[in-house]
């Protein structure tokens, strides 16, 4: 009583001058369809909540971290070693950044699952969108903040896929760049987009975007067979919110509440438990051991343009990616009306299939990355013995060249290896001794031709040594021998 | 409808809103001006290019590819480690010369010499060449970026400065 009254007072005082609390109660107690009240609808909020965690702790690493090319590794080592907090920061802000991403590509699914891009929140989906590419930007350029050899590489390919553009690819570069080449003008450059430019631009959308929300309505539960029709729509939503709704706050936030919660409780464990994200190697570009590895949200991308047929990288890079986007921009303009639910749109659901599996897929791929060479196969991976036993003198000189003129770069022997060409063990089972040798000297099928770099004596050892790399129970490729031709009947 | 009766006869008000206008559009164009043109200044053709020393011809034994490293020729005070750029030099023998850009002519990542097989080999998509820098296998739509050279005085002189790409060579 004694602490209420006071309380009371002072926040009758801010009220009287301010107005904030009779401006926001309406917004924060209008009615919403019942059935929103539903753990589906939580992703919406819970992304909003990690932005504002990422804000937080974003401004918190730029208090230390220093945007310029020659000291960011170091403060960013002394973000990790020594301030206080520093590393589990960082870590948060590197685990913020993975959940804002997911979580924001789940509240997409259900939003289109539930077709609540349809009439009128067209605008709401379309600069939903566009958040989505800015936090994707957030996540590359972030990537490159933490200015390692990951980062080096990274803006390396960015600009590389820049530089495809016709007649304007060297200027893009450039600018991309802030000069000729990757150096300090394009650190500061990511810097000023990472902290300045895209976070403004994706603040004014979540302003416009929660305002859409609250101005049209949270989407109804979709009901099969019930369609969206642009003459009667907002009657008949009005009519039904007004007839069974409930209050936004506390009815459907408390689930919101929880989702946010869990979240961040989500993003603050894996911190805990993961640590830190690099920073890895130092940007030095004479350090050529780097293997360069995109973070999860584009080890999709990576692995699409190692498996895509050369002749199409171009064209899906700067023509089809594009055109996807702005298709996915453009859902709303031709699919704006109709059936809503999930259960009569077999086409959304399919599409949401495919593409979900195609994306899983191929970041699962690019973990693995079989289409790398393992660089240090030829001095780190040892001959397995059961190869070289039993094998006369000559079989040995060719196990030795399989080792030493480093052919396990790209294939295994004894599950030991590159995964780029196809596996030696077994090898005599499908070449014969003159196919083994043409496959050696000419290449073909994605392997170099060495001809010109073995001498034919090593060339002898080596296809020696092939031929015993088959199962004792299994008997050796032979040349198809070709049936005499048929006469054929006129 | 106050708003057309205000606009539409030649009033003071309607005149000092047309100069208010103009005024303001002018200003962000003087504004806009040199805000579009900092942000495209970093854009440059062959002036991004200088020639560099890489060392004396010796250091680079005929027959062999070795790494090379030179700074930036356009380098900031605080440009760090990324001041440094990597290329292979190929002796081919005499005063012929192959200097490859380090960048693979994919999508840019290090590639790296394998002297025993004689290939250089990108570790992000798999892509390879011969040592003579023509494209061996996987994506690269070319061979390796090769700088020009010139031997002057026993040194070995290469013309770069700029990131290597499909749009821009070295």
């Known amino acids: 009583m004694n602490f209420i009254s006071p309380l009371r007072s002072v926040a009758g005082w801010l009220e009287a001058r301010t107005g904030l609390a009779s401006a926001v109660t309406p917004a924060m107690t209008h009615p919403v369809p019942r059935r929103t009240a539903s753990w589906w609808y939580v992703f919406g909020s819970a992304t909003l909540a990690l932005f504002a965690l990422q804000i937080a702790t974003g401004i918190c690493l730029a208090l230390v971290y220093v945007p310029a090319a020659d000291q960011a590794y170091q403060s960013l080592q002394y973000l990790n070693d020594q301030a206080v907090f520093g590393a589990y920061l960082r870590a948060v802000h590197f685990w913020g950044s993975n959940a804002m991403v997911l979580?924001?590509?789940?509240?997409?699914?259900?939003?289109?699952?539930?077709?609540?891009?349809?009439?009128?929140?067209?605008?709401?989906?379309?600069?939903?969108?566009?958040?989505?590419?800015?936090?994707?930007?957030?996540?590359?350029?972030?990537?490159?903040?933490?200015?390692?050899?990951?980062?080096?590489?990274?803006?390396?390919?960015?600009?590389?896929?820049?530089?495809?553009?016709?007649?304007?690819?060297?200027?893009?570069?450039?600018?991309?760049?802030?000069?000729?080449?990757?150096?300090?003008?394009?650190?500061?450059?990511?810097?000023?987009?990472?902290?300045?430019?895209?976070?403004?631009?994706?603040?004014?959308?979540?302003?416009?975007?929660?305002?859409?929300?609250?101005?049209?309505?949270?989407?109804?539960?979709?009901?099969?067979?019930?369609?969206?029709?642009?003459?009667?729509?907002?009657?008949?939503?009005?009519?039904?919110?007004?007839?069974?709704?409930?209050?936004?706050?506390?009815?459907?936030?408390?689930?919101?509440?929880?989702?946010?919660?869990?979240?961040?409780?989500?993003?603050?464990?894996?911190?805990?438990?993961?640590?830190?994200?690099?920073?890895?190697?130092?940007?030095?570009?004479?350090?050529?051991?780097?293997?360069?590895?995109?973070?999860?949200?584009?080890?999709?991308?990576?692995?699409?343009?190692?498996?895509?047929?050369?002749?199409?990288?171009?064209?899906?890079?700067?023509?089809?990616?594009?055109?996807?986007?702005?298709?996915?921009?453009?859902?709303?303009?031709?699919?704006?009306?109709?059936?809503?639910?999930?259960?009569?749109?077999?086409?959304?659901?399919?599409?949401?299939?495919?593409?979900?599996?195609?994306?899983?897929?191929?970041?699962?791929?690019?973990?693995?990355?079989?289409?790398?060479?393992?660089?240090?196969?030829?001095?780190?991976?040892?001959?397995?013995?059961?190869?070289?036993?039993?094998?006369?003198?000559?079989?040995?000189?060719?196990?030795?060249?399989?080792?030493?003129?480093?052919?396990?770069?790209?294939?295994?022997?004894?599950?030991?290896?590159?995964?780029?060409?196809?596996?030696?063990?077994?090898?005599?089972?499908?070449?014969?001794?003159?196919?083994?040798?043409?496959?050696?000297?000419?290449?073909?099928?994605?392997?170099?031709?060495?001809?010109?770099?073995?001498?034919?004596?090593?060339?002898?050892?080596?296809?020696?040594?092939?031929?015993?790399?088959?199962?004792?129970?299994?008997?050796?490729?032979?040349?198809?021998?070709?049936?005499?031709?048929?006469?054929?009947?006129? | 409808m106050c708003a057309n009766h205000d606009v539409l006869p030649p009033t003071r008000r309607g005149f000092l809103f047309t100069v208010g206008v103009a005024l303001s559009a002018l200003a962000a164009t003087l504004a806009g001006i040199p805000i579009i043109g900092y942000l495209f200044g970093p854009v440059r053709g062959r002036a991004g290019q200088a020639w560099i020393k890489l060392g004396s011809v010796a250091s680079f034994p005929e027959g062999q590819t070795r790494l090379a490293t030179y700074d930036n020729p356009f380098r900031v005070a605080w440009d760090g480690p990324t001041a440094r750029i990597a290329c292979w030099v190929r002796h081919v023998g005499g005063d012929r010369f192959q200097v490859f850009a380090i960048n693979c002519a994919h999508l840019g990542c290090p590639v790296r010499w394998f002297a025993q097989s004689r290939l250089f080999m990108c570790p992000c998509h798999g892509g390879a060449y011969y040592e003579d820098g023509s494209r061996a296998s996987g994506p690269p739509p070319r061979g390796l970026f090769e700088y020009e050279y010139q031997i002057r005085e026993g040194q070995l002189w290469v013309r770069g400065g700029q990131l290597p790409t499909l749009a821009g060579p070295v």
């Open chain 1, 103 to 490: 979580v924001m590509t789940l509240h997409m699914i259900q939003v289109f699952l539930f077709g609540a891009y349809k009439y009128p929140r067209e605008l709401t989906w379309i600069a939903g969108v566009f958040m989505l590419l800015c936090t994707l930007g957030m996540a590359f350029t972030g990537q490159i903040l933490r200015w390692d050899q990951d980062a080096y590489w990274g803006l390396g390919i960015g600009a590389s896929i820049a530089a495809r553009a016709p007649v304007v690819g060297s200027m893009l570069v450039h600018v991309l760049l802030g000069g000729p080449i990757i150096a300090g003008r394009t650190l500061s450059r990511f810097f000023a987009l990472h902290v300045f430019v895209v976070p403004g631009i994706l603040i004014a959308l979540t302003g416009l975007h929660v305002w859409l929300v609250l101005r049209l309505g949270v989407n109804e539960w979709p009901m099969p067979g019930r369609l969206v029709d642009r003459q009667t729509y907002r009657a008949r939503y009005e009519a039904d919110v007004h007839r069974d709704g409930v209050p936004f706050f506390p009815v459907a936030a408390r689930k919101d509440m929880v989702g946010m919660g869990v979240a961040i409780l989500a993003v603050l464990a894996c911190a805990a438990i993961f640590g830190p994200n690099g920073p890895h190697g130092v940007p030095d570009p004479t350090i050529t051991d780097a293997s360069p590895r995109p973070d999860f949200y584009f080890l999709s991308v990576f692995a699409l343009l190692a498996l895509l047929p050369p002749w199409t990288e171009t064209f899906i890079l700067l023509v089809a990616m594009p055109l996807a986007i702005v298709l996915l921009l453009a859902v709303p303009l031709f699919a704006g009306t109709g059936e809503k639910s999930w259960r009569r749109r077999p086409v959304a659901v399919l599409s949401v299939l495919v593409i979900l599996l195609t994306v899983t897929t191929l970041a699962a791929l690019g973990v693995r990355s079989p289409w790398s060479p393992v660089m240090d196969a030829g001095t780190a991976l040892a001959t397995p013995a059961a190869y070289v036993q039993s094998r006369s003198p000559l079989q040995l000189q060719g196990a030795l060249v399989v080792q030493n003129k480093q052919c396990r770069n790209c294939h295994s022997l004894g599950g030991e290896g590159g995964a780029r060409g196809p596996a030696l063990d077994g090898v005599a089972t499908r070449l014969t001794r003159d196919q083994l040798i043409r496959q050696v000297l000419q290449g073909g099928g994605n392997m170099p031709a060495y001809g010109k770099n073995l001498t034919p004596a090593e060339v002898n050892a080596l296809v020696a040594f092939l031929e015993t790399l088959r199962p004792s129970n299994q008997s050796p490729a032979r040349t198809p021998v070709t049936a005499r031709p048929v006469a054929r009947a006129e």
